[in-house]
């Protein structure tokens, strides 16, 4: 992917940054995009990319990105939204405030990044990875109002790809299982959650961004120019496999 243009928003976590890595190695240029301005050009810096903070729930942050970057590259081949949260609660315990940040950040962020890509990319096509999650293609205790966003994640870039294939659009998204990160962190660092979480998983363990990445950077590679409307399981199996242990 060399010479090739992506806008990453929500650069700085961990699968963010594992994305951004993988690209520069292969050429690309990128802008990075996130909330804390220490951390998005600590990102920039290291890795040689634009740095642009920006609160992604506001479409007019996300719009004003994409078009700073369309002027200083001349197009955008990529854009990967990876903003996102994680709430674990039964619906009942479930606030308003809650509900509505969960799908601020987990489906309007996503929409407003289809939306925003779309109009940029109307001429050249290009390249569209969403966040949603294995909770989305299961049922998962306490996990209501995300699943919830997260599947809405799969039925817009589903619905975006049928839109815009004829402007050579492609729009996919990863769903991970349980993941390293540091949104993760408050299930990964208790002995117990983590162990019963790893038991979900076929494979016996968690993911690691680096493998999120990977699947992420793969569905951004033009070469990938047949892949559309899909939603790819990097998982470890906790959507689809039972083990018997």
């Known amino acids: ?10 650069a700085t976590g961990g ?7 993988r690209l520069v190695a292969r050429g690309a240029r990128l802008v990075v995009a996130a909330r804390t301005p220490q951390r998005v050009r600590e990102l920039a810096t290291a890795i040689g990319a634009h740095p642009a903070v920006l ?31 994680l709430l674990l609660k039964p619906a009942h315990l479930t606030t308003d405030d809650e509900w509505a940040n969960t799908i601020a ?17 109307t001429r050249t096509g ?12 299961l049922g998962l205790a306490n996990h209501e109002a995300i699943a919830a966003a997260k599947a809405g994640v799969i039925g817009l870039a589903r619905a975006a790809a049928a839109s ?3 402007r050579g659009i492609r729009v996919n998204c990863v769903a991970p299982g349980l993941v390293r990160t540091g949104l993760t962190q408050r299930l990964t660092a208790s ?3 983590l162990k019963a979480s790893t038991a979900l998983h076929a494979l016996g363990r968690i993911g690691e961004p680096a493998e999120i990445a990977s699947a992420i950077v793969w569905l951004l590679d033009p ?12 998982d470890g199996g906790l959507a689809r496999v039972r083990s018997r242990g």
């Open 1 to 10: 992917m060399v010479d090739t243009v992506h806008v990453i928003f929500g």
């Open 15 to 21: 699968i963010g940054s594992a994305v951004c890595e």
């Open 55 to 85: 609160d992604a729930t506001c479409p007019s942050h996300v719009e004003r990105c994409l078009a700073e970057a369309v002027e200083s590259y001349g197009r955008v081949d990529g854009v990967v939204n990876l903003v996102g949260s």
């Open 105 to 121: 950040a987990n489906l309007t962020t996503a929409f407003v990044t289809v939306r925003a890509a779309a109009r940029v990319m």
């Open 126 to 137: 290009g390249a569209i990875v969403l966040m949603s999650s294995a909770a989305a293609r």
């Open 164 to 166: 815009y294939a004829g």
């Open 191 to 193: 002995e117990a959650s």
């Open 223 to 234: 070469e990938q120019s047949w892949v559309t409307g899909q939603v790819l399981g990097v």
